[in-house]
């Protein structure tokens, strides 16, 4: 489980449980007049409520958040599971509001609630800005793009030297500048005569390049920056990874454990 592939909106999500659990703990009803110390039900002793609010809300948002964590999205039915999960907040929320305007639920034949002093508890009123803001974000996060990005901030990149500044290592260092031979000097052994060996130059990162997370469509090799044919990775569809760097068509790109290699096929991805 890839917890970097969570977006914002699955935060808010996560959050809207977490409160949504708090208030099942909380009166689902209050009495006009009624002492500090009495007694009223709470969720857990409501079974329309524990099951049409709570237990609905929580599977619902378990649904939305976890296969974006997985390498792969399960689906039933040909849908995703994300998508019955929407569902289920959507229910909890339109049942919070049903028992907010009807407390007591099957007690109606004593009379109506509100004749009876009696109204929505705190817990239900918390439960139902949970489940608003629960089903809002899951239908709101594939589609609002500040709900889209990354819930785990990419790592901090090292940031770029000022001009004219030596790069680290010096002397041999990729890039650095090598010294001159003095006119009339002896060639190196393996060096052509009257001039210097001719060194393989690596191909330049983009000037212009800033690291973004991308996902797969399909599983892709991830091989090694040497050039070596033999992938060191596999990444994986339905997981997000960071691009680091850019080389002509390909990207380095770094996994969740830390390791780093080429990605040569970059068709089709998608960027986070």
Do not use: C
């Not at 709470?42 to 049409?52: A, D, H």
């Not at 929320?93 to 009696?118: E, R």
């Not at 290592?169 to 052994?189: F, M, R, T």
């Amino acid at each position: 489980m890839n917890i970097r592939s969570l977006t914002r909106g699955d935060g808010v999500v996560i959050g809207a449980a977490v409160l949504l659990f708090i208030a099942s703990f909380l009166d689902i009803y209050s009495i006009d007049g009624a002492p500090d110390s009495a007694e009223l039900p709470n969720s857990w002793e409501s079974g329309p409520v524990l099951m049409g609010v709570v237990l609905a809300g929580i599977i619902g948002a378990a649904l939305v958040v976890v296969p974006h964590a997985l390498p792969q999205v399960p689906k039933v039915a040909g849908l995703d599971l994300g998508q019955f999960g929407t569902a289920f907040t959507v229910f909890a929320a339109w049942a919070t509001l049903g028992n907010i305007f009807d407390p007591l639920g099957g007690t109606d034949n004593v009379g109506a609630a509100s004749d009876n002093g009696v109204s929505a508890g705190i817990g239900l009123i918390l439960a139902l800005i949970a489940t608003l803001a629960m089903a809002a974000a899951a239908i709101a996060a594939p589609l609002v793009p500040a709900l889209k990005g990354p819930l785990i901030p990419a790592p901090r990149q090292p940031s770029p030297q000022p001009y004219g500044a030596q790069p680290p290592g010096g002397y041999g260092y990729p890039g650095a500048q090598q010294p001159q031979q003095p006119y009339g000097g002896q060639p190196q052994p393996g060096q052509p005569f009257g001039g210097q060996a001719q060194q393989p130059q690596p191909q330049a990162p983009a000037a212009d390049f800033s690291p973004f997370w991308f996902a797969v469509p399909v599983a892709r090799p991830l091989f090694a920056e040497d050039g070596s044919p033999t992938p060191i990775a596999e990444l994986a569809p339905g997981t997000w990874y960071l691009a680091v760097e850019q080389r002509g068509p390909a990207l380095v790109a770094q996994t969740q454990d830390g390791r780093r290699g080429v990605l040569q096929d970059t068709s089709g991805i998608q960027r986070g």
